[in-house]
């Protein structure tokens, strides 16, 4: 089945981006969508963003001027990119695959069915 | 944006049955997804599409979605149900994915 699994450094310093990426295995990265979803310390769940993997990209408006998802097919992986990153930056982040429909109303809507296990990301100097 | 309220808590003694809810403006104009997260793990996707179950999550776990609430409710609750629940819809007009506040179910 398919697993996913997120890579990147555990470290980031205050005002640099962090950088991250997500390893699929186990199936192939194309007609999917693709997510990023971090969660702080004792917090909730925030969505970033996805991918879809012919490139188009739908962000968080909070986050949007930030983010940047990119995705490379031959090696079966999607990227996060977050720039200018402060404390509140700090979080474990998952990547996970999604999927994007339209209900009986007409209605799109979008889950997200396997999720890799996260890394743990701080932003400290 | 669009908001999705969960109660902080529920406890549940072992065989009962669990309900948590999630609140949000006409959410029963949307389609609602729920995920299980262990502490220390990340979420499952035990409910999708207001009450539609992926393979491998038991039949105790149903949902509902009417007017300005949805809820997942757990049947039989066993101890291995004791987890935080994060009930999520797609708004693509204000924030797309959002992601309600979690609710801590503790089996008592």
């Known amino acids: 089945q398919v697993q996913l699994q997120e890579s990147g450094p555990g470290l980031v310093k205050p005002s640099e981006t962090l950088s991250l990426t997500c390893t699929v295995s186990?199936?192939?990265?194309?007609?999917?969508?693709w997510s990023w979803i971090r969660q702080p310390p004792g917090k909730g769940l925030e969505w970033i963003g996805y991918?879809?993997?012919?490139?188009?990209?739908n962000y968080n408006p909070s986050l949007k001027s930030r983010v940047t998802i990119s995705v490379d097919t031959s090696k079966n992986q999607f990227s996060l990119k977050l720039s200018s990153v402060t404390a509140a930056d700090t979080a474990v982040y998952y990547c996970?695959?999604?999927?994007?429909?339209?209900?009986?109303?007409?209605?799109?809507?979008?889950?997200?069915?396997?999720w890799g296990k996260g890394t743990t990301v701080t932003v400290s100097s | 944006s669009y908001v999705l309220t969960q109660p902080p808590s529920v406890s549940v003694a072992p065989g009962k049955t669990a309900r948590i809810t999630c609140g949000g403006n006409n959410i029963g104009s949307k389609s609602v997804h729920w995920y299980q997260q262990k502490p220390g793990q990340a979420p499952v996707l035990v409910i999708y599409y207001d009450s539609d179950r992926p393979s491998g999550i038991p039949e105790r776990f149903s949902g509902s979605n009417s007017g300005n609430t949805a809820t997942l409710t757990i049947s039989r609750v066993e101890a291995g149900d004791e987890a935080d629940y994060y009930c999520q819809v797609w708004d693509s007009s204000s924030d797309p994915g959002v992601f309600g506040t979690g609710t801590k179910v503790t089996v008592l």
């Open positions: 186990g199936g192939s990265i194309s007609s999917y969508y």
């Open positions: 991918i879809y993997y012919s490139g188009s990209t």
């Open positions: 996970a695959r999604g999927k994007y429909y339209y209900d009986s109303s007409g209605y799109p809507s979008y889950y997200m069915d396997v």
